[in-house]
């Protein structure tokens, strides 16, 4: 079965610096990847998704992510983070075999200080 | 245009009673999904629709847990003799098709709170 790992709960960074958030997978074939952003009061907003080609994937609001088979990792980034950036994101997986479901990770909350 | 839309947004209720969550999908989207996402984790599938037909229930927990799509468009999840451990945040989500690469647009969620 699919199984998401996102290892950090917290992270906090400060206004300006880079950000990378991890995320392993666990799936038997080649997985679609996405990451999601929510914020509060708000619902899951997609920031990006790989299914295939370019394994550097860009997305919405400056974030790229980059598919490493070889690590069963999918890892968020961000060059330089700005406070409207605070928020928790979800690592998901999926697999043609099962339509559209999705397999979440636990989420990592991001905090932004100035 | 409009997003997807959850009534109630939030719900109280006691242990053992029935609720009903409404989901109103983005028009035009056949592919309609629930999740339940308990607090501090991530979204946990629960059913989905392809029209008015249930093409994957694997995630209900149990049956007392039940939803429809009668004509295809809104969505009711129904929870029979609640429980508190049933208290979480329900969200729904809908897409053009339920191809993997069809993008997931989702409401903002019900609130379930079982007392």
């Known amino acids: 079965a699919q199984s998401v790992t996102q290892p950090d709960i917290h992270i906090t960074v400060s206004e300006g610096a880079s950000l990378e958030l991890r995320c392993n997978y666990s799936?038997?074939?080649?997985?679609?990847l996405f990451w999601y952003v929510q914020s509060p009061g708000q619902g899951l907003q997609l920031l990006l998704k790989?299914?295939?080609?370019?394994?550097l994937v860009q997305g919405i609001k400056g974030f790229e992510a980059e598919f490493k088979r070889s690590q069963s990792s999918f890892n968020l980034r961000k060059p330089s983070v700005h406070w409207s950036d605070a928020a928790e994101y979800f690592c998901?997986?999926?697999?043609?075999?099962?339509?559209?479901?999705?397999?979440f990770g636990a989420g990592t909350i991001l905090r932004v200080k100035s | 245009g409009a997003g997807v839309s959850q009534t109630p947004s939030n719900k109280v209720t006691e242990k053992g009673k029935y609720v009903e969550l409404r989901c109103d999908p983005i028009s035009g989207h056949t592919a309609l999904y629930w999740y339940r996402q308990s607090l501090g984790q991530g979204p946990e599938f629960l059913i989905y629709f392809q029209g008015t037909g249930a093409a994957d229930d694997s995630g209900l927990p149990n049956d007392r847990f039940f939803a429809v799509r009668p004509e295809g468009s809104v969505s009711t999840l129904k929870i029979q003799r609640t429980e508190r451990g049933d208290s979480a945040v329900y969200l729904c989500a809908s897409s053009p098709t339920s191809e993997p690469n069809s993008p997931l647009h989702f409401g903002n969620g019900t609130r379930l709170t079982v007392t």
């Open positions: 790989y299914f295939s080609g370019d394994t």
């Open positions: 998901a997986v999926g697999a043609s075999l099962y339509g559209n479901k999705l397999v």
């Open positions: 799936y038997g074939a080649t997985p679609y």
